[in-house]
């Protein structure tokens, strides 16, 4: 928009600048076509953009083909884009960015973030928004320049700090340019950058524990002038031993270590658990036919390598609120590493009976005993990886204690994320939890319309639960 439009659409609203909310329009349309011009958004795309003000991007998204979810704060600019853009692909939502609930774009394939950010939303929004696992592909942001260079920083500089790291650990940040203040009305009373912001592959780092890696990270940077050793004294007592280990210089302050190093640190505290090969290899399973008898017992690989019946348990955790609890199978995991997966899963072993399974691989995977109910019965078949799968469904209400060598990390979502993540990007998910979550949520649905054809199933249920 140019500048004479900017102020004639804020005469008319009428509306006056707010800066608590940011309110710095952009009036410079070459460089607002420029920024969407970097996102390389595509009609497939689903972009999200935070504060569309009076539309300067937003104009330019729309003309990339793409669908276009802006969030705005102010009613009266978000009913302006609703009177002055006629465009069934957008869709305009009068809401606080920091309260909407992003993991509702699970339900989107390819989600980009594209926003001229208000400045004082922009470092809890993107902790929020980056947090793993995360629906966002790609984050195209103009923020202030101070900002941009503290989530683009390197080692030893004045702006790298946790947030730096927190940031970089899960993503690529590039800065792409400067902006000057005088490109918006009003002028803001510093300049502004634009940044790039990328997931990183999940095997380009080393595998660690994230939290511990997070709270060494704040620690050391909690005083920055003080050395490192002093301010991590207790998760290191024996600093001058662990920093030459390292190779890390004993008096250094938190801002010398690269991300690699914190990782290292975190590892040498905390060496994260493997697997143990050995187990897996001489692991035996009963091998059985269509009908689930048993008819012997074969190594791991033998029942794989040669598609032979066998029997496995996938359990779904829920927690009060009915969210589900998904895994990220480990990265060192023989099938299906680093897919999402039910909350525990796995074999049926020699000595054991499908029950005894599914509570040995919740101890063993999630450190919890709770009762499980059984839910369904899977035939084994190509898409069940020859499996026949029972499924358990069970509640907890304290802590899950994930075993690191078993999962990369967890989340509880609500059964309608995990129905919108399935359907736009099964890639994402092991097959054999596709396959129990759709027999799961078809078995509820059946079971919530009996409820609603015959209540009195309802009200006997409920009496004899009383009677009990
Ligand atoms: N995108 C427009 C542009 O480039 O001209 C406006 C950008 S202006 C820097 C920031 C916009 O974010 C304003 O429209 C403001 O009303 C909106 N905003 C401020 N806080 C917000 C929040 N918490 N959630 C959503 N929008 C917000």
Redesign the pocket.
Known sequence: ?KLSD?RSALRDLPLSP?K????????DQNL?RWIVDQAQITSDDYVV??????????RFILQKGARVLA????AR?ANFLRMHIDDERLEILH??????DWRSLFAHRQVTLL???????SSP?LLRLLEQPSPISLCLL?LQKEMAMRFSASPSSHDYGALTLLVQLHHRVKYLRTVPATV?FPQ?DVDSAVVRISPRDSLELPARDDELLASLVRGGFSQRRKQLRKLIRTHVPDWNKVASHLHINPNARAEELSLLQWIDLANFIAPLPRPDARLTKTERFPVVDKKDRILGHASRSEVHGNNLFHRAVHILIFNEAGDVYLQQRSRWKDRHPLKWDSSAAGHVGAEENYDETAQRELKEELGVSVPLQKISKLPAAQRTDHEFIWIYRGLVSGNLVPNKCEIERGKFLSPAVVDGWTSARPEDFAPGFLECWKTYRRKMRSECSSLIQHPQIFSEANDAGSSA
Do not use: C, S, V, W
């Open positions: 928009m900017i707010a608590r909310l940011g309110q710095n329009f952009l009036h607002a953009e935070i504060g569309p003000g009076l539309g300067a991007l937003t969030i705005e704060k102010d600019l809401a606080d960015a920091l309260k909407f926003a001229n950010l208000p400045y004082n939303i929004l103009m918006f803001p």
